[in-house]
């Protein structure tokens, strides 16, 4: 896939290749996305990742690719537009995703964290 550079935006070409794990080195998908293959699918599960999000101004992506978006984005410290490549998007759509699957987590999740077990966790059994 070639990338055109114009005053400091990265913009894809319109047709573009799409992300498919599978098609992944099982290698490769571990420093990408911290995790094996088969250790996606199983997270999305375990998470009840939905099959695929839809953005506010009409943007769908497969809940897979979504996953793994935030997942490349949270293992090392990079920019969206380092992300261009790996899933042929452009930056504000690859922003606006990423976002809606943290936001997805959060309101799926977020009472694991902020609901303790006071009786587990009070100060006289830790």
């Known amino acids: 896939m070639t990338l055109k550079i114009k ?7 319109n047709l573009r290749e799409f992300f ?11 420093v990408q ?4 293959n088969h250790g996606v699918p199983a997270l999305a599960r375990t998470m009840d990742v939905p099959g695929r999000f839809t953005c506010p101004q009409g943007t769908i992506c497969n809940g897979m690719e ?3 978006m935030l997942l490349r984005r949270f293992c090392y410290p990079c920019r969206y537009s380092d ?4 899933f042929g998007r452009p930056v ?3 922003s606006m ?3 809606q699957v943290v936001d997805f987590i959060y309101d799926q999740h977020a009472h694991r964290l902020t609901q303790w077990n006071d009786q587990l ?3 006289q059994c830790l």
């Open 7 to 13: 005053k400091n935006r990265i913009t894809v070409p």
């Open 20 to 30: 498919e794990l599978d098609n992944i080195d099982e290698a490769e998908c571990e």
């Open 33 to 36: 996305f911290r995790f094996k």
């Open 66 to 68: 979504a996953l793994c």
């Open 83 to 86: 992300l261009v490549s790996m």
């Open 92 to 94: 504000p759509e690859l």
């Open 97 to 99: 995703i990423t976002y």
């Open 121 to 123: 966790l009070s100060p």
